[in-house]
């Protein structure tokens, strides 16, 4: 049975900073592309990262460039995006999602990923 659980979520406050962590089961990620999506209240959801097979390619959300990091740790079978400078406007439920990768890339586009977490929320406020 595959599954994705995000943690590390929680309260911070602005300029805060914050782990999340996405451990799969049920597969190996070595072959598999990963993905770090958003969604606040009234708003679709958003990709914030990815990173391919390779960790080498990654790509971000331009409000998030320079503040978060996205990387992976295959042998552990867990994903990571930390998440520096937090501002108010990042506060959302944060997914991570996955899908087989038949080259090192990745993409940021929501439809493209096969297997989602249950999500973690992100509040960032004073």
């Known amino acids: 049975q595959l599954e994705l659980v995000e943690s590390g979520g929680g309260l911070v406050q602005p300029g805060g900073s914050l782990r999340l962590s996405c451990t799969v089961s049920g597969f190996t990620l070595d072959d598999y592309a990963i993905g770090w999506f958003r969604q606040a209240p009234g708003k679709e959801r958003e990709g914030v990262s990815c990173?391919?097979?390779?960790?080498?390619?990654?790509h971000y959300l331009h409000s998030v460039k320079g503040r978060f990091a996205i990387s992976r740790d295959n042998a552990k079978n867990t994903a990571y995006l930390q998440m520096n400078s937090l501002k108010p406007e990042d506060t959302a439920v944060y997914y991570c999602a996955t899908y087989k990768s038949h080259d090192n890339m990745c993409v940021r586009s929501r439809w493209s990923y096969d297997y989602w977490g249950q999500g973690t929320q992100v509040t960032v406020s004073s």
């Open positions: 990173i391919g097979t390779n960790d080498e390619n990654t």
